[in-house]
């Protein structure tokens, strides 16, 4: 790319993450936001992809979730026993969304509570 490309190409970058965060902390749908903003539903959802992708190839190699494409088409349910038990001194977050408890240790690594994370921000 030369350097205007590149310079157009931020801005565009800047300028969508700034209208999807006003999104997100607006509380509204995704469709309601993009119509009082006068912005195509298709465009939000074309730019929220490329961020993604442009963060994602960002990261390092170690820090990426390879999964492979033919598991996404089967999913697998297991179930979970119910802990109403409060977290132990080692628990250093405690997160609970429906039925399910995450739990994450005191020590545990970085990258495996990024990881974590990730994954379930993409769920919701």
């Given at each position: 790319?030369?350097?205007?490309t590149?310079?157009t190409?931020?801005?565009?970058?800047k300028l969508?993450?700034?209208?999807?965060?006003?999104c997100?902390?607006?509380g509204?749908?995704v469709?309601?936001w993009?119509?009082?903003n006068?912005?195509?539903?298709?465009?939000?959802?074309?730019?929220?992809?490329?961020?993604k992708?442009?963060?994602?190839?960002?990261?390092p190699?170690?820090q990426?979730?390879k999964?492979p494409?033919s598991?996404?088409?089967?999913?697998?349910f297991?179930?979970?026993?119910k802990?109403?038990?409060?977290?132990?001194?080692?628990?250093?977050?405690l997160?609970?969304f429906?039925?399910?408890?995450?739990?994450?240790q005191?020590g545990?690594?970085s990258?495996?509570?990024?990881?974590?994370?990730?994954?379930?921000?993409?769920?919701c």
């Amino acid at each position: 790319m030369d350097s205007l490309t590149l310079t157009t190409h931020e801005q565009n970058l800047k300028l969508w993450l700034s209208r999807i965060r006003d999104c997100r902390a607006s509380g509204q749908k995704v469709s309601c936001w993009c119509e009082h903003n006068g912005i195509g539903i298709k465009s939000y959802y074309y730019w929220l992809r490329k961020i993604k992708r442009e963060a994602f190839e960002t990261l390092p190699e170690k820090q990426k979730i390879k999964v492979p494409v033919s598991s996404l088409n089967n999913t697998f349910f297991a179930e979970l026993p119910k802990h109403s038990k409060a977290p132990t001194e080692g628990t250093a977050v405690l997160i609970r969304f429906g039925g399910t408890v995450l739990e994450i240790q005191n020590g545990a690594e970085s990258a495996t509570i990024e990881n974590t994370l990730r994954v379930i921000k993409s769920l919701c």
